[in-house]
């Protein structure tokens, strides 16, 4: 977009045949005439980055059973989250085999742990990292679930548990290089409301339905009694990126 003024002077004298010669005079200089500078063409906009396309997950556990891993990718289930440990000493029996299942299939896995409400963070942190091992996908972050169900019966007040999950996202973050995502069951978010104070981390939001969540997200829950094929039953079904980024 473009504008190119330019302004010309003329100047004009003229007499009539009865009017006396006029006297000789210095010739005048006209005034400069300016040079247009040329037309400046501001950078082009930056053109937005498009926005990274949903690809569909599920995640799963040994409630599920067998898993036909090639089935569920054929159905275009591109990630996985699979329950591995729970508290400091529980391991579900079927990760290690549906983990390396799913990557052959060309699924992307990582790993779960559902936090003990009552249990130190540090060591359920330990328990974790041990079950998983050194076979972890770059790409997909691991994760920790939090909710009020099969915990203890009386939770620690909430600053204790908060600084509880802080120190288990402190040390699996630190051993991962990359930061934990984290999964706010509903009815544990409506009592302690941690969204805020994990902020920093990215978030696994459960909303059942066709409208996603309210508040940021990387991971939408958004069926619970989902159908893939390969796996009899119904499985939590998710949508999210792949690096799973902030939403």
Known sequence: MTTTACVALLSLAGCGDDAPAPATSAPTTSAPTSTPTAATTPPPAPTPSPEPALVEGIDASHHQGPIDWPRVAGAGIRFAYLKATEGTGF??????????????AGVAVAGYHYFQLCSDGTDQAEHFLAVLGADRDPDLPPAVDLELAGSCAEPPPAARLLAEIREFLTTVDEQLGMPTLVYLYPEFEERFGFADDLADHPQWVRRLGDRPPVRAW??????????????????????????????
């Open 91 to 104: 391991t579900d029996p079927r990760f290690a085999a549906h983990r390396a299942a799913a990557e052959r």
């Open 218 to 247: 990387a991971v939408w829950q958004y069926d619970d009694r989902g159908s893939v094929p390969g796996i009899s039953g119904g499985v939590d079904r998710n949508r999210g990126t792949i690096p799973l980024g902030k939403r």
